[in-house]
């Protein structure tokens, strides 16, 4: 395959109308590249990967997955491909063992093996009906669907939603290990942490357009951060918002919230003078980091 990308688009358009939809995406997935493809609910991640799979037609533009046309060259390009839906559905009488028995001929055949390995690798429960195993025992079905036959492109919506952290950590080795043998992924996400582990790259996309294309540490870069502090007596917020780096101080009792950039290096030690009961670092706020990111540009 050489240097032909994974997965391609050119100026891919799905338009719902209302500004609703996906507009004029240039994206590319490079050989043995895990891209984390990151949004808002709502920014149009689930229609990118629909389109990609062919699921639905585009309004205009086109994709190729594995240098083969998503639409001319569909039913070959999904032979290769692993597809995980955000909102994947299964048959709900079926025992686990028998939807992944069924979507293993589906796909011509798979290995019992290796139905066997990843089920274990997941703790995914095979014998009891579906309509009576949780979300994320559900979820964890879908990822084995996803893998069992190797695909050389994975295109996983929102993969992790409802798994436990030792399941989460299991999927992320997997990740890893499908890299290393030149195998590529896409994988969506609402949240920056969530890819922070294992993406090379991430494209962010919001409301319906692609916005950026980089590394994770560059956006880690312009991010702003927040920390949660508690303290045994209220400490004086003034001493927190004088520090380099630092936009926004919130003091609730005898909590502080801080937003800043850069470094917690000063907050941290600001912190120390006084006796800390509680310390939580909170989620990056990816609509910070838009605005951050392009309010250069969007003046």
């Known amino acids: 395959m050489g240097d032909t990308p994974a997965v391609l688009t050119e100026r891919l358009t799905k338009d719902y109308g209302q500004g609703r939809g996906v507009f004029e995406l240039d994206?590319?997935?490079?050989?043995?590249?895990?891209?984390?493809?990151?949004?808002?609910?709502?920014?149009?991640?689930?229609?990118?990967?629909?389109?990609?799979?062919?699921?639905?037609?585009?309004?205009?533009?086109?994709?190729?997955?594995?240098?083969?046309?998503?639409?001319?060259?569909?039913?070959?390009?999904?032979?290769?491909?692993?597809?995980?839906?955000?909102?994947?559905?299964?048959?709900?009488?079926?025992?686990?063992?028998?939807?992944?028995?069924?979507?293993?001929?589906?796909?011509?055949?798979?290995?019992?093996?290796?139905?066997?390995?990843?089920?274990?690798?997941?703790d995914a429960d095979l014998d009891r009906p579906v309509h009576e195993l949780s979300s994320g025992n559900r979820q964890k079905l879908g990822l084995v669907q996803a893998f069992m036959h190797d695909p050389e492109l994975l295109v996983l919506d929102e993969p992790i939603a409802g798994l436990d952290p030792l399941v989460q950590r299991s999927f992320h080795d997997l990740l890893a290990e499908i890299r290393e043998q030149g195998r590529s992924v896409l994988l969506s996400s609402h949240t920056l942490s969530e890819v922070d582990r294992v993406a090379d790259r991430v494209a962010i996309l919001r409301a319906g357009r692609l916005v950026v294309v980089d590394t994770i540490e560059h956006l880690k870069g312009v991010a702003v951060r927040r920390l949660e502090l508690?303290?045994?007596?209220?400490?004086?917020?003034?001493?927190?918002?004088?520090?380099?780096?630092?936009?926004?101080?919130?003091?609730?009792?005898?909590?502080?919230?801080?937003?800043?950039?850069?470094?917690?290096?000063?907050?941290?030690?600001a912190a120390a003078r006084h006796e800390v009961t509680g310390l939580r670092s909170l989620e990056d706020d990816l609509e910070d980091i838009f605005l951050r990111y392009y309010r250069e540009d969007e003046r």
């Open 27 to 122: 994206l590319e997935v490079r050989q043995g590249e895990i891209l984390g493809f990151l949004g808002p609910n709502g920014a149009g991640k689930s229609t990118t990967m629909r389109l990609l799979l062919g699921l639905i037609g585009p309004t205009s533009g086109g994709a190729t997955l594995l240098g083969l046309d998503a639409a001319r060259d569909g039913l070959a390009a999904r032979r290769r491909v692993g597809y995980l839906a955000g909102d994947f559905g299964l048959y709900p009488q079926l025992t686990g063992r028998a939807v992944l028995e069924y979507f293993a001929r589906l796909h011509g055949g798979v290995r019992p093996d290796r139905i066997a390995a990843l089920s274990e690798r997941f």
């Open 230 to 269: 508690d303290f045994a007596t209220p400490p004086d917020p003034e001493d927190f918002r004088v520090l380099d780096g630092v936009r926004e101080v919130e003091a609730t009792g005898t909590s502080l919230r801080i937003a800043f950039e850069g470094s917690p290096d000063a907050i941290v030690k």
